[in-house]
């Protein structure tokens, strides 16, 4: 059985940084592509970063440079560094994962966490 838990969410004011970590267990992160998505209030859940099998990285545009995406094979643990937070980073962030390609689309997304809430104060 597949279990993604996020953690590392929480409340911190704009400019601050929170690092989150999704464990993973039932799926390799190093035979999945791992992903992490966001959901703002009443808006759909969208790609913010991936990290595929052979080790690329990809991140949606609008967020590169402010956001890190790493993992651990050897912890089944994949990252995300968030730096210069925003309020319009405010959401919940989800670990997702699929085997093989990395795509960026949602549906696409075989296994999710829970997710972990961020909440950024102006």
């Known amino acids: 059985q597949v279990h993604l838990v996020e953690s590392g969410g929480g409340s911190v004011q704009a400019g601050g940084s929170l690092r989150l970590s999704c464990l993973a267990s039932?799926?390799?992160?190093?035979?999945?592509?791992m992903a992490w998505f966001r959901q703002a209030p009443g808006k759909g859940r969208e790609w913010i970063s991936w990290?595929?099998?052979?080790?690329?990285?990809a991140y949606d545009d609008s967020l590169k440079g402010r956001f890190t995406i790493s993992k651990d094979n050897a912890q089944n643990t994949l990252y995300l560094q968030m730096n210069s937070l925003k309020p319009e980073d405010t959401g919940m962030y989800y670990c997702?994962?699929?085997?093989?390609?990395?795509?960026?689309?949602?549906?696409?997304?075989?296994?999710w966490g829970q997710g972990t809430q961020v909440t950024v104060s102006s």
């Open positions: 997702a994962a699929r085997p093989n390609l990395c795509v960026a689309t949602t549906s696409q997304y075989n296994y």
């Open positions: 039932g799926v390799t992160t190093g035979t999945h592509c």
């Open positions: 990290f595929s099998v052979r080790g690329a990285i």
